[in-house]
């Protein structure tokens, strides 16, 4: 997962908007967890619509007041603003454990066309591994809520070895029986995002309209 960011800087969305650009940091904020890539713009009203239900769906998840302990649980804003100050707005009542590309780096261009984005909002989730689970799961973390964290999190097989006894870690996790289902469902997106760095050209055609197609 750290590769996907390697080179760049990420910048948690605090007051201070403090830069995390060691590789240390990164694998700290990343590794070994479920990583969303947030595709909006605060022009876009279905953007604008959708982001109290995905900020109250990651509070829920990571938010000591909700959980004993943060889910395995990371989000990048991936900004398709058309201005800094717009991306900043945006941003404003947003949690501060997301983090964002700056506004200046064309990393944000080339998210969209390696991870195939046609539309906003559109929420990638990755792998540990950096493969992809789901190419958009919008429409899910709208119906099921918290819930999908569940499902991905069996999905992906990524496992939590900190709630484990020592002499458990090198057990089996314990499947459930909805788990074929679950790995059915999302082995269609299994590939999506490989290989499509070279896919599509130009800047996305953003309509403050519902959801204008991108790229």
């Known amino acids: ?18 830069e995390v650009e060691t590789e240390a940091e990164l694998s700290r904020r990343l590794e070994n967890r479920l990583v ?4 909006g713009a605060g022009a876009c009203p279905r953007c604008q619509a959708f982001a109290p239900v995905l900020k109250d769906f990651f ?3 990571t938010d000591e007041f909700y959980v004993l302990r943060a889910a395995q649980l990371a989000l990048v804003y991936v900004s398709q603003d058309p201005t800094e100050e717009q991306q900043d707005l945006f941003l404003r009542d947003m949690p501060e454990k997301w983090l964002f590309l700056p506004f200046h780096d064309d990393l944000r261009r080339d998210l969209g066309r390696r991870f195939s984005v046609r539309r906003l ?29 569940t499902n991905w999190q069996e999905a992906a097989e990524l496992l939590d070895r900190s709630f484990l ?30 290989g499509r760095s070279g896919r599509g050209s130009g ?3 953003r309509d403050p309209g519902a959801g204008a197609e991108l790229w």
Do not use: H, W
């Open 203 to 205: 800047d996305p055609q």
């Open 59 to 61: 509070v829920r998840l």
């Open 1 to 18: 997962m750290v590769s996907l960011f390697s080179g760049r800087t990420l910048i948690r969305n605090n007051s201070d908007q403090d």
């Open 36 to 39: 969303l890539l947030f595709f």
């Open 165 to 194: 006894q020592p002499e458990d870690l090198d057990e089996p996790a314990r499947r459930s029986i909805t788990e074929p289902l679950r790995r059915r469902k999302y082995r269609v997106d299994r590939d999506a995002g490989r």
């Open 121 to 149: 909002p559109a929420v990638v989730v990755l792998k540990p591994g950096g493969d992809v689970l789901t190419s958009d799961a919008t429409d899910e973390i709208q119906r099921l809520g918290p819930a999908c964290f």
